[in-house]
């Protein structure tokens, strides 16, 4: 069964305070690492995709990160705005390499970021 | 910039009742799908559809639930006899073709589902 754990839980920071959250993962035949947004009352924003180990995005504020583990979502200088719920999620491979897509998430980071 | 939409943003309905959610995916995506969130829970998957037929289920998706694709723009869910532990905010999402391709998933804005 595939398993996503982020930690911590939730993180607060300083405005300018740069960190890291975490997203541990075991799936059988990683097709695709997602990172996403989520805001009170939201849905998902996507992020980014990571798919292979040693891969690296950035936007912004924000890089993703890829070891055949782990995922990290590295924020640099957060700011208030950067303030939500950060979603990791994996889709698997399947069956003869098959996929259909199906997402299976982390509890998610709450970071929040004070002025 | 093309987003998935969804209706209502609020349903509130009686235990035992049926209710149909509806999503509009983006325009030109293949891949459609249902995940749903309790309140303080994991997103988690309900079912996918492609060529107009269900790929894959969770076991959250038993009998009661179905969806369709009743025209080109509109994907829905329906749940046949509501229960409690029904009451969730719904998820749509909508995916381009794979091959070669991305494979992220855009997310609607959500249904929040009460029942009572």
């Known amino acids: 069964e595939d398993q996503v754990t982020q930690s911590p839980e939730a993180l607060r920071l300083q405005e300018g305070e740069s960190s890291s959250l975490n997203c541990s993962y075991t799936?059988?035949?990683?097709?695709?690492l997602f990172w996403y947004r989520q805001d009170p009352g939201k849905g998902p924003e996507f992020l980014f995709t990571?798919?292979?180990a040693g891969e690296e995005k950035e936007k912004e504020r924000l890089k993703a990160t890829l070891t055949k583990k782990e995922s990290f979502l590295h924020i640099t200088a957060p700011k208030p705005e950067d303030s939500a719920t950060y979603l990791c999620?994996?889709?698997?491979?399947?069956?003869?390499?098959?996929?259909?897509?199906?997402?299976?998430f982390g509890q998610g980071t709450i970071l929040t970021v004070h002025p | 910039e093309p987003e998935v939409t969804q209706t209502p943003s609020h349903q509130v309905t009686q235990m035992g009742q049926e209710v149909i959610l509806r999503c509009v995916p983006i325009?030109?995506?293949?891949?459609f799908y249902w995940y749903r969130q309790i309140l303080g829970q994991k997103v988690e998957f309900l079912v996918s559809?492609?060529?107009?037929?269900?790929?894959?289920k969770s076991e959250i998706f038993d009998d009661q639930f179905s969806v369709e694709r009743p025209d080109g723009s509109n994907f829905t869910l329906k749940i046949r006899s509501t229960k409690l532990e029904d009451s969730a905010m719904y998820f749509c999402?909508?995916?381009?073709?794979?091959?070669?391709?991305?494979?992220?998933?855009?997310f609607g804005p959500g249904t929040r589902l009460t029942v009572l």
């Open positions: 325009s030109n995506h293949l891949y």
């Open positions: 559809f492609y060529n107009n037929e269900i790929s894959e």
């Open positions: 999402a909508s995916r381009a073709y794979l091959a070669g391709g991305r494979n992220e998933q855009f």
């Open positions: 799936v059988s035949g990683l097709r695709g």
């Open positions: 990571l798919y292979s």
């Open positions: 999620a994996v889709q698997a491979g399947g069956a003869g390499g098959t996929s259909y897509g199906k997402l299976t």
